[in-house]
């Protein structure tokens, strides 16, 4: 059974940066997708990114493209998610989540997900 543990969440001004980081326990594959989900209170859960284990092959949200980026450290077993310029709307609770096959902006997808951190934007 594959575990996974977000870490790095917490409150920023806007404008500022955060970094999410998962780290992933159990049976990893390296055909393995990781990617990151959000959820606003009210709101259904979107795919923010997506990373191949592997290949290093990714995927991003168009409301965040080139303000996060993702990235992964196969020696650590652990996936970053860097956001910088942050807004307000970036509040959220922030998932990490794995799949096999390919990056895949679709929820139901994903096999495996964390508890989630709280992200925080203030204006």
Not at 6 to 27: D, K, N, T
Not at 34 to 62: C, H
Not at 97 to 102: K, P
């Amino acid at each position: 059974q594959v575990q996974l543990e977000e870490s790095g969440g917490g409150l920023v001004q806007a404008g500022g940066s955060l970094r999410l980081s998962c780290a992933a326990s159990g049976p990893t594959a390296s055909n393995f997708v990781m990617g990151w989900f959000r959820q606003a209170p009210g709101k259904e859960r979107d795919f923010v990114a997506a990373i191949t284990w592997s290949g290093g092959l990714t995927n991003y949200a168009d409301s965040v493209k080139g303000r996060f980026t993702i990235s992964r450290d196969n020696a650590k077993n652990t996936v970053v998610l860097q956001m910088n310029t942050l807004k307000p709307e970036d509040t959220a609770v922030y998932f990490c989540a794995a799949r096999v096959g390919v990056p895949s902006p679709s929820r139901y997808t994903y096999h495996y997900w964390g508890q989630g951190t709280q992200v925080t934007v203030s204006s």
